[in-house]
């Protein structure tokens, strides 16, 4: 089977293809033919070498969609189930979606029913398990107003999306006045553009903080005293707030992170996203063999929604 593997640290060229053995199942993991997996920010990341907590050579990739391939007898999944698996170390502590075939702990293959294609199906692991995990934090009701900062990344128009269903009022920030259009199409009631300090007195009832610290204390001043904060990405590229005070806050501030992901959680999110049929914009799709070209796509100026790759081009439906 192919592998693309992360040896060093390097730009989107770095990927070494590999001819590896098929795994085996073991009586706790089982093996996941990968069908197709989307491109992620935190891999760039890695790949660039600013995830002092990889250690190479590995496979990385958070998340993949796909069959099983082979299993134990006690798993509780069977041979051919369509299934998701996202974080809790794949891709990180081992190996991940960027090869054909992956060994997955078998609590960490979610069983999912849907007639999508494995396109789409790939554009719904991490971007909506995150919003959805994030929205839940804010304890909204309908007809609630909500911020999304970060609103044109993937896991933000998943918020979007979710949050429209939801019956919130959305209001989303971009950097990019192009993007400001599409925004609006994809159902945000409002959208501001994002100079680091937001032209509006608006307070908000709950705020998505996706950008992250660089952007922080200007969310938390457009939160209303009893709403929350919850910070979920790093967009602004840094993770430490200097010279923090905690007598800053208004409202509450949390965080929600997906590396542990919560089954039940998970599920509650499928379940939303069946009921509604959502899933993201397809901007590009690649073979696995072209996997550091996803990477160079996702570095440039790209459209709203998601890159993805396909790992086996030999459908199984």
Not at 23 to 36: F, G
Not at 113 to 125: C, F, K, Q, V, Y
Not at 220 to 245: A, C, D, E, I
């Amino acid at each position: 089977m192919l592998a693309m593997v992360l040896n060093h640290p390097g730009d989107a060229n770095v990927f070494d293809p590999e001819d590896r053995p098929i795994p085996k199942a073991t009586a706790t993991k089982s093996v996941l033919k990968i069908m197709a997996f989307g491109i992620n920010h935190a891999e760039l990341i890695t790949r660039a070498g600013g995830s002092p907590d990889v250690h190479l050579p590995r496979v990385i990739g958070i998340e993949a969609v796909g069959v099983i391939y082979e299993t134990s007898a006690n798993s509780g999944l069977q041979s051919n189930q369509k299934v998701m698996t996202l974080m809790g170390g794949f891709g990180r502590a081992f190996d991940g979606s960027y090869e054909a075939y992956a060994l997955v702990p078998n609590d960490q293959l979610y069983p999912v029913e849907s007639d999508l294609s494995w396109e789409a199906l790939a554009t719904i692991p991490e971007s909506f398990y995150t919003a959805y995990g994030s929205l839940c934090k804010l304890h909204l009701n309908q007809g609630d107003q909500l911020l999304i900062r970060g609103g044109s990344s993937s896991v933000g128009l998943a918020a979007l999306l979710m949050a429209k269903t939801l019956g919130l009022q959305v209001t989303v920030t971009t950097r990019d006045k192009t993007k400001v259009t599409k925004l609006r199409q994809f159902g945000a009631d409002h959208v501001l553009i994002d100079q680091g300090e937001l032209a509006t007195r608006t307070q908000f009832a709950g705020v998505i903080e996706l950008v992250g610290v660089t952007t922080l204390l200007d969310s938390m001043r457009h939160v209303k005293p009893n709403g929350y904060v919850v910070v979920t990405g790093g967009l602004g590229g840094q993770w430490v707030l200097p010279n923090f005070s905690p007598f800053s806050i208004q409202g509450y501030l949390t965080n929600f992170q997906s590396t542990h992901v919560n089954a039940g959680l998970f599920q509650a999110m499928l379940a939303l996203v069946a009921k509604h049929h959502l899933s993201l914009p397809i901007i590009q799709q690649f073979d696995l063999a072209h996997v550091g070209a996803a990477h160079a796509a996702l570095e440039k100026p790209h459209d709203l929604g998601k890159i993805i790759v396909i790992a086996n081009t030999n459908r199984v439906r």
